[in-house]
């Protein structure tokens, strides 16, 4: 009976052994992979949230709300992920002064702010949300900003590059649409 014992602990202490390593190679993989991750973006990457999350942070960290719609298919929205919102400078300047949302437009999970509810709709296979937010328009990607406020701002419809991302974002991120119109902003840009 002790020999059996003995044989069986030895199975299991293997068993224990084989475990810790499976285990200390995940670490090791995961701490490459981020490590990978910061060696393209040093600064780290778009601190993004949900779209409540967002408004709950507005009373404490009033900053304008940036809201990337997208769907799961949608082909120039993975290549946007990919080329734009990965860019160490969107992601910085995003993580500095936007609330920064990625809203699934298909999303089939209820959204409840305040007294609002949106659900899915799916004659139109989108969220209420979305079809709000894009005002009916419903094309991805679409980058929406809002201010402090939750008032809209603009929708701007398509794939954008990351210089004219941050073009964009410091005219809202800097305040400066209280002051000139796009066009003056972007004419003021190009001297």
Known sequence: MQLTTLISNIKSN?????LALFFLVS????????KDQNSKNPNGSTKWLSFVEAVQKLPDSPRPIM???YTDWCGWCKVMDKKTFSDPEVSNYLNANF??????????????LGDKTFV??????SNELAISLLGGKM???SVVFLDSKLQMLTVVPGFIEAPQMMEILK?????????????????SIRK
């Open 120 to 125: 899915y709709k799916p004659e139109y296979k």
């Open 139 to 141: 094309s991805y990607p």
């Open 67 to 69: 809201i990337d719609v």
């Open 27 to 34: 670490l090791s993989a995961t701490a490459q992979l981020e």
């Open 99 to 112: 609330h920064s949302v990625k809203f699934n437009a298909e999303s089939r999970d209820t959204v409840f």
């Open 14 to 18: 293997k068993s224990i052994a084989l």
């Open 171 to 187: 005219y809202f991120g800097d305040g400066i649409y209280l002051r000139l119109k796009w066009d003056e902003y972007q004419q």
